[in-house]
């Protein structure tokens, strides 16, 4: 299947939001982890959803509501802590979950959002809808038990969901190969039955169409998938890291910054193609300019919120005592 | 004297049936699959200890059983609370309750609140303590305790056929996380039970199962029959005690507690778990922050020291609370 005009402007429009958003966040005081880099892995699999569908993410959670889909006033205003935020101040640059947009969590416990993933997708199959759910994760999280395990409950019961593995090399500090008995996270698909793929994650395209066989296959009930996009994070783990000792070098980074950028790629790819032309690229970066300043400028204005409100939403419906 | 384990509060139109606490488990548990279909149970060994009758009701799209996986099948419980369904999570052994902690607590009781309310987790984890039977200590907790100290869960410690019931049907139908603490000790015991299929018990009500005037006994979970039977003797003593069942944990029915305490002016706190933040401790903070005023006397906790649960009946006999001890904690505060 292959994309219409208007998906491939929607597909370089949300990697665009991405960057501008991330960019924005680097001028603001606020911590942030950054997903510069990693567009084209996100918003590649994003594309080959559809709007019903189901996404888990991780620390890293700034792309993967953008890439889905979201709006970006209400996840720059989380990330100031602002009452009008996406999560109302509760959540901050590690759990940017839009649920309207199908975001069913972000979890800052590496690997913790994979067995919700898998249980979106259980739910989707428990109540007979086409509807699948995708799980991003990184490569630390492809070490810690959900993930063996919530591959095989998924492998078991045939469930609807994309297992989509952005590998960019480290987990903070740690290298994939100091911490991964083989490099390929994709190989692992094997050992619980089901398919694994690798693709280059800077390769928006690419990614889109691993991912659209991964989404058809599971609408059918042929259960899950195990993708590994290969990218790289450009930007720090998060600000204020207090990094001591290199763990990569600055030519590596240079390389994949100058070499292996996921938008340039992409530009490249859509120009070759003569589907469209610089202007309309221009355009629509700088449409994105203007909705990423207004995001900001509305995050700024927001309210702080009401300490008095601290309690609200701790349980859905807590007891009265006085009935 | 009412003691509602023999006389459960009973709706008119409905007839009653002489229930077991395992077949209140079970029945509450089919009358709400039956009742909704986004009902859905998931655990291991399902069909083993009462659920062959869900097992036998319900084709294998809504009774799942699990892979040994409790932190990975938990989480995905989690998932499908999120998207649509209502499932109860089997987590059979209490102990095993730790290895699914980490999804209980950093994203079922969390997420309501992290993602400022856009969704709600409504599902049920039930576990079973099976203690007192010989199991060693790897098989033998009773840790409602750790998950008190988590805030977003309801936690529930039925100690009779009817409050199993009413209130797993009620951790069913509530929105929030709800864990349930059933207790092996208590599987044979029988009551009658309404058989009103919306026979419900609040979540968060504490309840009188005998009045008394002369000291408050707050009984948690299946220390109720020895509490009762320490009551029978300290009767004949001629001391009346109140015997009062929390019945949930969190929210705590805090004012129950203490208006039974203004009331006798006395207390003793009868838990089967460690004493250390014992969920005894919880109730004990609450009232010498609440009712100090009322107390004649200090508060009593008469729990599990803090050992572990020993293989050999000689040694495990001696780890729980006694009919003996309560009495003997009773009398000390005359």
Same mark, same amino acid.
């Given at each position: 299947m292959s994309l219409e005009k208007t998906e491939h402007f929607e597909m370089y429009r949300r990697m665009q939001r991405i960057r501008c958003f991330e960019e924005a966040v680097k001028t603001l005081e606020v911590e942030g982890h950054l997903s510069i880099g990693q567009e084209g892995a996100i918003v590649g699999a994003c594309m @080959?959803? *559809?709007?019903?569908d189901f996404i888990t993410g991780t620390h890293r959670s700034h792309g993967h509501p953008i890439g889905k889909g979201a709006k970006l006033k209400p996840l720059m205003a989380e990330l100031l802590g602002k009452a009008t935020g996406i999560c109302g101040g509760r959540g901050g640059s590690m759990h940017l979950a839009d649920f309207s947009v199908g975001v069913v969590g972000e979890s800052a416990i590496v690997g913790g959002g994979i067995p919700l993933a898998t249980g979106a997708g259980f739910s989707a199959q428990v109540r007979g809808t086409d509807q699948v759910s995708l799980c991003f994760f990184g490569d630390g999280a492809s070490n810690q038990g959900t993930f063996g395990e919530s591959m095989n409950l998924a492998a078991v019961w045939k469930l609807p969901v994309i297992f989509f593995c952005e590998n960019n090399g480290y987990a903070i500090s740690t290298s994939v190969e100091k911490s991964h008995?083989?490099?390929?996270? @994709?190989? *692992?698909a094997d050992g619980y039955g089901m398919p694994g793929v690798i693709v280059d994650g800077q390769d928006a395209l690419a990614v889109y169409r691993v991912t659209n066989d991964a989404v058809i296959r599971a609408r059918k009930g042929d259960g899950p998938t195990l993708i590994e996009a290969k990218t790289y994070r450009f930007?720090?783990?998060?600000?204020?890291?207090?990094?001591?000792?290199?763990?990569?070098?600055q030519e590596e980074i240079n390389h994949h910054v100058t070499t292996r950028d996921p938008i340039d790629i992409y530009q490249a790819s859509l120009l070759a193609m003569q589907k469209v032309t610089q202007r309309d690229l221009d355009t629509i970066t700088s449409e994105v300019k203007l909705e990423v300043d207004a995001a900001v400028k509305f995050a700024q204005e927001s309210a702080f919120p009401d300490p008095a409100d601290i309690y609200q939403n701790m349980y859905s419906s807590p007891i009265d005592y006085s009935a | 004297m009412l003691d509602t384990i023999e006389k459960p509060p009973i709706a008119d139109k409905y007839t009653t049936a002489r229930l077991s606490y395992m077949d209140a488990i079970v029945l509450a548990q089919k009358e709400e699959m039956l009742r909704d279909e986004s009902v859905v149970l998931i655990g291991e060994d399902i069909s083993i200890y009462g659920g062959t009758e869900l097992v036998k009701s319900f084709d294998e799209n809504r009774v799942r059983n699990m892979p040994i996986s409790e932190n990975s099948f938990t989480g995905m419980g989690i998932g499908a609370a999120m998207t649509g369904l209502r499932p109860i999570v089997d987590l059979t052994i209490a102990s095993f309750t730790y290895l699914a902690s980490d999804q209980i607590i950093n994203q079922a009781s969390k997420l309501r609140y992290m993602t400022g309310g856009q969704i709600q987790v409504p599902i049920v984890f039930r576990t079973g303590m099976y203690y007192k039977i010989g199991n060693a200590a790897q098989h033998s907790d009773r840790p409602y305790p750790f998950f008190m100290s988590a805030p977003g869960l309801k936690i529930i410690v039925p100690s009779t056929p009817a409050d199993m019931k009413g209130l797993l049907k009620s951790a069913v139908r509530d929105d929030d996380p709800v864990m349930i603490f059933e207790d092996c000790n208590l599987w044979a015991k029988k009551q009658q039970v309404s058989t009103d299929p919306d026979y419900l018990i609040p979540v968060g009500r504490a309840d009188i199962k005998r009045a008394g005037s002369d000291v408050t006994i707050i009984s948690i979970g299946a220390c109720l029959p020895m509490v009762l039977a320490a009551s029978d003797t300290l009767q004949k003593q001629g001391i009346s005690a109140e015997v009062v069942d929390p019945r949930t944990l969190v929210p705590l029915d805090r004012e129950t507690l203490i208006q039974s305490v203004a009331k006798t002016g006395r207390l003793v706190i009868v838990d089967n778990a460690h004493r250390t933040n014992s969920a005894a401790s919880e109730i004990a903070a609450v009232i010498a922050e609440e009712a100090f005023e009322s107390l004649r006397k200090p508060i009593q906790r008469v729990t599990t020291p803090d050992v572990h649960i020993p293989f050999s009946s000689v040694l495990e006999k001696t780890v729980y609370p006694t009919v003996a001890d309560v009495i003997e904690a009773v009398n000390k505060i005359q």
């Amino acid at each position: 299947m292959s994309l219409e005009k208007t998906e491939h402007f929607e597909m370089y429009r949300r990697m665009q939001r991405i960057r501008c958003f991330e960019e924005a966040v680097k001028t603001l005081e606020v911590e942030g982890h950054l997903s510069i880099g990693q567009e084209g892995a996100i918003v590649g699999a994003c594309m @080959a959803l *559809r709007d019903d569908d189901f996404i888990t993410g991780t620390h890293r959670s700034h792309g993967h509501p953008i890439g889905k889909g979201a709006k970006l006033k209400p996840l720059m205003a989380e990330l100031l802590g602002k009452a009008t935020g996406i999560c109302g101040g509760r959540g901050g640059s590690m759990h940017l979950a839009d649920f309207s947009v199908g975001v069913v969590g972000e979890s800052a416990i590496v690997g913790g959002g994979i067995p919700l993933a898998t249980g979106a997708g259980f739910s989707a199959q428990v109540r007979g809808t086409d509807q699948v759910s995708l799980c991003f994760f990184g490569d630390g999280a492809s070490n810690q038990g959900t993930f063996g395990e919530s591959m095989n409950l998924a492998a078991v019961w045939k469930l609807p969901v994309i297992f989509f593995c952005e590998n960019n090399g480290y987990a903070i500090s740690t290298s994939v190969e100091k911490s991964h008995g083989q490099p390929d996270i @994709a190989k *692992r698909a094997d050992g619980y039955g089901m398919p694994g793929v690798i693709v280059d994650g800077q390769d928006a395209l690419a990614v889109y169409r691993v991912t659209n066989d991964a989404v058809i296959r599971a609408r059918k009930g042929d259960g899950p998938t195990l993708i590994e996009a290969k990218t790289y994070r450009f930007e720090e783990h998060c600000d204020n890291l207090n990094i001591l000792i290199p763990y990569r070098s600055q030519e590596e980074i240079n390389h994949h910054v100058t070499t292996r950028d996921p938008i340039d790629i992409y530009q490249a790819s859509l120009l070759a193609m003569q589907k469209v032309t610089q202007r309309d690229l221009d355009t629509i970066t700088s449409e994105v300019k203007l909705e990423v300043d207004a995001a900001v400028k509305f995050a700024q204005e927001s309210a702080f919120p009401d300490p008095a409100d601290i309690y609200q939403n701790m349980y859905s419906s807590p007891i009265d005592y006085s009935a | 004297m009412l003691d509602t384990i023999e006389k459960p509060p009973i709706a008119d139109k409905y007839t009653t049936a002489r229930l077991s606490y395992m077949d209140a488990i079970v029945l509450a548990q089919k009358e709400e699959m039956l009742r909704d279909e986004s009902v859905v149970l998931i655990g291991e060994d399902i069909s083993i200890y009462g659920g062959t009758e869900l097992v036998k009701s319900f084709d294998e799209n809504r009774v799942r059983n699990m892979p040994i996986s409790e932190n990975s099948f938990t989480g995905m419980g989690i998932g499908a609370a999120m998207t649509g369904l209502r499932p109860i999570v089997d987590l059979t052994i209490a102990s095993f309750t730790y290895l699914a902690s980490d999804q209980i607590i950093n994203q079922a009781s969390k997420l309501r609140y992290m993602t400022g309310g856009q969704i709600q987790v409504p599902i049920v984890f039930r576990t079973g303590m099976y203690y007192k039977i010989g199991n060693a200590a790897q098989h033998s907790d009773r840790p409602y305790p750790f998950f008190m100290s988590a805030p977003g869960l309801k936690i529930i410690v039925p100690s009779t056929p009817a409050d199993m019931k009413g209130l797993l049907k009620s951790a069913v139908r509530d929105d929030d996380p709800v864990m349930i603490f059933e207790d092996c000790n208590l599987w044979a015991k029988k009551q009658q039970v309404s058989t009103d299929p919306d026979y419900l018990i609040p979540v968060g009500r504490a309840d009188i199962k005998r009045a008394g005037s002369d000291v408050t006994i707050i009984s948690i979970g299946a220390c109720l029959p020895m509490v009762l039977a320490a009551s029978d003797t300290l009767q004949k003593q001629g001391i009346s005690a109140e015997v009062v069942d929390p019945r949930t944990l969190v929210p705590l029915d805090r004012e129950t507690l203490i208006q039974s305490v203004a009331k006798t002016g006395r207390l003793v706190i009868v838990d089967n778990a460690h004493r250390t933040n014992s969920a005894a401790s919880e109730i004990a903070a609450v009232i010498a922050e609440e009712a100090f005023e009322s107390l004649r006397k200090p508060i009593q906790r008469v729990t599990t020291p803090d050992v572990h649960i020993p293989f050999s009946s000689v040694l495990e006999k001696t780890v729980y609370p006694t009919v003996a001890d309560v009495i003997e904690a009773v009398n000390k505060i005359q």
